[in-house]
């Protein structure tokens, strides 16, 4: 799952529901492994499948006219459990982006932290994201880590988005927390010989 960031052009999966939680994003019954691997199969599984494990026809996971890997999501992304399964889920689909005008906090740093970068935008800038999908879903958007930038390039917009500088280093070099503190093992065995 550790890929370097730069810039992501692609379509998109549009899911225009509010206050989407944990629980829908991985369901308790999955949180059993311990592994990463295999958790995007049963991303929104109860949304996705029906009780006999059919794919529901009209759910957008399903829907082929949709695709690429950038999830727009509604307002009050990821509320509920602070379960780092729902980013295992997202980032084991193959989603690189999730843009929504409000992410709960604890699963923003989980999906920092699994790769998968969480760019909050207005409220009037998402709506239009979900309109442009909904009229043509070869609808391209651009993610400019560098820049923090994302545009919507049927209509030209593009709004700013906040990240920590440190977890943006992390994003752009493909390092976690651990590869961050080897990097730099050097620098802080340097900085203990001096302050001891």
């Not at 440190?166 to 503190?181: A, R, S, T």
Request: net charge negative.
């Amino acid at each position: 799952m550790k890929q370097k960031f730069d810039i992501i052009t692609s379509t998109c999966v549009p899911l225009p529901l509010e206050n989407i939680d944990t629980d829908q994003i991985i369901p308790a019954r999955f949180l059993k492994a311990t592994d990463k691997e295999g958790f995007g199969d049963n991303l929104f599984r109860d949304w996705r499948y029906d009780n006999d494990g059919q794919p529901v026809k009209d759910f957008v996971l399903n829907n082929p006219t949709y695709g690429g890997c950038i999830l727009v999501a509604g307002r009050n992304f990821g509320s509920g459990s602070s379960r780092e399964h729902a980013a295992w889920a997202i980032a084991g689909y193959g989603f690189r982006v999730v843009i929504s005008s409000f992410f709960a906090d604890i699963h923003k740093q989980n999906e920092l932290n699994n790769f998968v970068l969480p760019v909050v935008v207005s409220d009037e800038f998402l709506a239009e994201l979900f309109r442009c999908i909904q009229a043509d879903p070869k609808t391209l958007v651009e993610v400019d880590l560098p820049r923090q930038t994302v545009t919507n390039q049927a209509t030209g917009r593009q709004e700013h988005f906040d990240i920590n500088g440190y977890k943006k280093h992390c994003l752009m070099n493909g390092l976690d927390d651990i590869d961050f503190l080897v990097a730099n093992q050097a620098k802080t065995e340097e900085w203990e010989h001096r302050n001891k």
